[in-house]
């Protein structure tokens, strides 16, 4: 059980180093909410009409809505405003003054 704990404790590390390298202005996260982000990001594929968005990897856009037939560009990262708590949310957007 401890050695589950201290590999799942690792992966998030990884995980959270991972990120902040793609990204540097995420260095202002904590592990634990770079492990929120990295499991609700879409890469590839449609956004859903109805759901708020924002593209760690164009955080000077801010938060936008999805729009019918409308992709994930190539190299963008999104994360949806369902998959994330509020006060993760309100970070993410916030840091760059939302929208």
């Known amino acids: 059980m401890a ?3 201290a590999a799942g404790g690792e992966e998030h590390r990884e995980i959270a180093r991972r990120l902040k ?3 540097s202005w995420l260095i202002a996260f904590s592990d634990d909410e770079l492990r ?3 499991m609700c990001t879409l890469e590839e594929g449609d ?3 109805s759901d708020l968005y924002f593209d760690i990897s164009h955080p000077e856009r801010g938060a ?12 963008s990262c999104y994360v949806s ?6 006060k993760l949310w309100n970070k993410l ?5 939302g929208r």
């Not at 936008?64 to 560009?73: D, E, L, M, N, S």
């Not at 405003?81 to 509020?86: F, H, I, L, T």
């Open 81 to 86: 405003r369902g998959q994330v708590d509020e």
């Open 3 to 5: 050695a589950q704990r």
């Open 93 to 97: 957007v916030g840091h760059f003054g």
């Open 64 to 75: 936008f809505k999805g729009q019918k037939g409308k992709t994930v560009p190539e190299g």
């Open 36 to 38: 929120d982000i990295s």
């Open 21 to 23: 390298q793609r990204f």
């Open 47 to 49: 956004v859903q009409e």
